[in-house]
């Protein structure tokens, strides 16, 4: 889950990080009292759940009160990659010597929390890792150990040979690191944290990712979830309890188990075609589970054909074809649907839908070229 540059700026704060304050307002207005509040110059920081904001127009200094609310009604309503600003943050602008790049993220190969960082901050770090790797530093930190103080000197160091900032950036760092292991995120990025000609250290931006599956346990940072900012369907599928995820293709996929979607996904690449999206129904899938699952799909106005791709298991076929004829009826589907039923109750299900429009598939093989020939005629 993604939370707004705002929300992330708090809790970079509680945590001890040098943050300038701020606060969101929806309104243009409101700009005026907040950067009245703060104390001028202000930045007016469009809310989206995106990067590259400043690039796309979404990041204005105000030098006084009504700058501030020129700017914030030039941003509020703005759209930035297809997300509309409902919401901008006023923060107390920091005058900048000095840009860092300083980011947390899991280490997929040595499965370890990882810091990575880069004196050209500011700008896209993913340009700076293709283009001049050798900039940024990576540091590898032992969850049992914690941040070593070996590692936070080489860090700083790293970064600055002014021994004042490299006395600020110890600090940085390992609240950053504990910022990101007790909030299970996933993501923890401050970019740029900046050098402001007096010499101080502030992080300007914050951005955190949490790891989906530990919000039971934060039930403050789920209270954050902007729901405007995500694809209707991925909402809709949550609340449906099915896993779920917007693809480009044609091909809608109703799959049961990770593994099992996975597969459909490469095949229908295998031959030539996209999936339209990730749906993973569930070990137990209820006719219930199968109606919202399609109703998500259809969603989709770039989706072609069905594949429903099915290994009964715990699930039982003739649920999910229950599941497939009531949508049917009470969706009134005109999309094709290519279903390949297979396990447990098979037969029974085979018999439900006799006589119906389904195209029936025998494998996955079959099911999956089956479908990409209708979505192409
Ligand atoms: P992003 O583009 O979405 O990453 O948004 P950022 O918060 O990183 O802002 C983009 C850029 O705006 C930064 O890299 C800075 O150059 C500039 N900026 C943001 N805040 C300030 C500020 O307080 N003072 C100054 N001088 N520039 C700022
Ligand atoms: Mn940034």
């Known amino acids: 889950m993604k939370i707004h540059e705002g929300d992330a700026r708090g809790i970079f704060a509680a945590f001890g990080l040098p943050v300038p304050p701020s606060r969101f307002i929806t309104k243009a207005e409101e700009a005026g009292p907040v950067a009245e509040e703060l104390g001028c110059p202000v930045v007016v920081k469009a809310q989206v759940l995106v990067g590259g904001r400043g690039k796309a127009g979404g990041v204005k200094l105000a030098s006084d009160p009504i700058e501030a609310v020129e700017k914030a009604k030039a941003i509020l309503g703005m759209d930035i990659k297809g997300l509309t600003v409902e919401k901008v943050l006023i923060a107390k602008a920091v005058d900048i010597s000095k840009e860092f790049y300083v980011g947390m993220v899991v280490d997929r190969i040595t499965r370890k929390p990882?810091?990575?960082?880069?004196?050209?901050?500011?700008?896209?770090?993913?340009?700076?890792?293709?283009s001049a790797p050798?900039?940024?530093?990576?540091?590898?930190?032992?969850?049992?150990?914690?941040?070593?103080?070996?590692?936070?000197?080489?860090?700083?160091?790293?970064?600055?040979?002014?021994?004042?900032?490299?006395?600020?950036?110890?600090?940085?760092?390992?609240?950053?690191?504990?910022?990101?292991?007790?909030?299970?995120?996933?993501?923890?990025?401050?970019?740029?944290?900046?050098?402001?000609?007096?010499?101080?250290?502030?992080?300007?931006?914050?951005?955190?990712?949490?790891?989906?599956?530990?919000?039971?346990?934060?039930?403050?940072?789920?209270?954050?979830?902007?729901?405007?900012?995500?694809?209707?369907?991925?909402?809709?599928?949550?609340?449906?309890?099915?896993?779920?995820?917007?693809?480009?293709?044609s091909i809608g996929c109703i799959v049961n188990g990770a593994g099992l979607a996975m597969a459909t996904m490469d095949m229908i690449k295998y031959y030539g075609a996209e999936p339209a999206n990730f749906l993973d129904i569930g070990g137990s899938s209820s006719p219930e589970k199968v109606l919202s699952a399609m109703k998500i799909i259809l969603r989709d106005k770039n989706v072609k054909a069905i594949l429903v791709n099915i290994f009964g298991g715990i699930t039982r076929c003739d649920d999910v074809a229950k599941g497939l004829l009531e949508a049917k009826k009470r969706l009134g589907i005109d999309i094709p649907l290519v279903v390949r039923l297979t396990g447990t109750n098979e037969e029974e299900a085979r018999e439900l839908l006799r006589g119906t429009e389904l195209v029936s598939a025998d494998t996955m093989d079959e099911g999956v070229k089956k479908a990409i020939e209708i979505a192409n005629a």
């Open 114 to 130: 990882l810091m990575m960082i880069s004196a050209e901050g500011g700008i896209d770090i993913e340009e700076v890792a293709k």
């Open 134 to 249: 050798e900039k940024i530093l990576k540091v590898v930190i032992d969850p049992i150990t914690g941040l070593l103080p070996f590692q936070t000197r080489k860090m700083a160091s790293f970064l600055t040979s002014d021994k004042d900032v490299a006395r600020q950036l110890g600090p940085v760092f390992r609240s950053l690191y504990q910022a990101f292991m007790e909030i299970d995120s996933s993501l923890a990025e401050i970019n740029p944290l900046v050098v402001s000609p007096d010499g101080k250290v502030w992080a300007i931006d914050a951005k955190i990712n949490i790891d989906d599956n530990s919000l039971y346990r934060h039930e403050d940072i789920r209270a954050l979830r902007d729901d405007s900012m995500e694809d209707a369907g991925e909402v809709e599928a949550r609340e449906a309890d099915l896993s779920f995820v917007k693809l480009d293709g």
